[in-house]
């Protein structure tokens, strides 16, 4: 059966584009959202080491997030991550009338 018997509802995409370098694109994205990440959210990254297996190198790994952490606050990167931060906490503290506080 071919499809100028059976036409389909729906538009198909035509043959794949292979113009562009999606890769390249893709790679250059990943790329550059970890560096913003690194650059902006480096109390994340100190989350995340302490919670490593105590080994050598984690305790290395949490010196050196600690030492960007510091950094970070120092030269400001972090207040984007600290302003959202704390707006976000103002409305996780939000309720309804008569409802309990929120648990801590």
């Given amino acids: 059966m071919s499809d100028e018997h059976h036409p389909s509802p729906v ?9 562009g370098r999606p890769l390249v694109w893709t790679s250059v994205t990943i790329a ?6 690194g650059l902006t959210n480096a109390i994340s990254l100190n989350g995340w080491a302490v919670e490593l ?17 510091e950094t ?5 990167l972090a207040a984007p991550r600290a302003w959202l931060h704390a707006r976000w ?7 309804f009338e008569g409802q309990d506080p929120a648990a801590e």
Avoid: C, M, N, Y
Wanted: glycine share 4%.
């Fill in 89 to 95: 906490k103002q409305l996780q503290a939000l309720r």
């Fill in 32 to 37: 550059v959202a970890t560096l913003f990440l």
């Fill in 53 to 69: 297996a105590p080994t050598e190198t984690s305790a290395r790994i949490v010196t050196v997030t600690e030492s960007w952490e």
């Fill in 72 to 76: 970070t606050e120092a030269i400001g």
């Fill in 11 to 19: 538009d198909l995409p035509g043959e794949p584009d292979t113009h």
